[in-house]
């Protein structure tokens, strides 16, 4: 079973809209949780951490973590034509950080 | 300048060639770490150090050797190359920032082993 799970997509939604990405994780043992986007051939860069139940906000950005689910997600508000780039969930278990494959967001003008 | 930079930045190489990948780090991070990326597979953690005294293998070290040479260098190197390990190759480091371990990325080497 993988660490970390991610629908790869693609995701498509219109300017404006608010973008929805997920992400599950097998080890209950995970303690702290990781977005980032990455644009196609360039490296990963963060866009928000959240260790916590409940939301997290920053900016257009809000991370979601249910840990008796196991689930996080990132939700992008007015989602603009920049967003469209891989967005990378990762956990951190112990000393290691583990990463999903990655959901593709295109944000169509 | 880059905080984490690596190289080369592209390396094509043949099967059985000894390769050697270099990061440095101007941030001051003791942890650094080597990850590979392939599509399908997503980041996958090579080897880990947290000081120049302390590495550590990561899930997939077969076929790989790392050496901390000092805090801010960490170098990896495949000692007989093989195709399978043509990928995005990424070192990054972290620290703590807001109560998590917060990781930063080079901007990768893509290696190619014919």
């Known amino acids: 079973q993988k660490e970390v799970e991610q629908n790869s997509g693609p995701l498509s939604v219109p300017e404006g809209a608010i973008a929805s990405l997920n992400c599950t994780y097998s080890d209950r043992g995970s303690q702290s949780f990781f977005w980032y986007r990455q644009y196609s051939g360039k490296s990963p860069e963060l866009i928000m951490f959240i260790y916590s139940n409940g939301d997290k906000e920053d900016g257009r950005f809000t991370a979601q973590l249910n840990k008796a689910s196991q689930y996080v997600s990132l939700l992008i508000r007015d989602s603009q034509p920049s967003d469209s780039a891989t967005y990378l969930c990762?956990?951190?278990?112990?000393?290691?950080?583990?990463f999903g494959t990655g959901t593709s967001l295109t944000v169509i003008p | 300048d880059a905080d984490v930079t690596q190289t080369p930045r592209n390396r094509i190489t043949k099967t059985g060639k000894r390769i050697m990948l270099e990061c440095s780090q101007t941030k001051g991070h003791d942890r650094m770490y080597w990850y590979r990326q392939d599509p399908g597979l997503g980041l996958r953690l090579i080897y880990y150090?947290?000081?120049?005294?302390?590495?550590n293998k990561g899930e997939i070290s077969d076929g790989y050797s790392v050496s901390r040479q000092a805090q801010a260098k960490f170098s990896l190197s495949l000692e007989s190359a093989i195709p399978n390990q043509t990928a995005l190759y990424f070192c990054?480091?972290?620290?703590?920032?807001?109560?998590?371990?917060?990781?930063?990325f080079g901007p990768g080497t893509r290696l190619t082993v014919l």
């Open positions: 150090s947290f000081d120049v005294k302390d590495i």
């Open positions: 990762a956990v951190k278990k112990g000393n290691q950080f583990y």
């Open positions: 990054a480091t972290s620290d703590f920032w807001q109560g998590a371990d917060t990781q930063y």
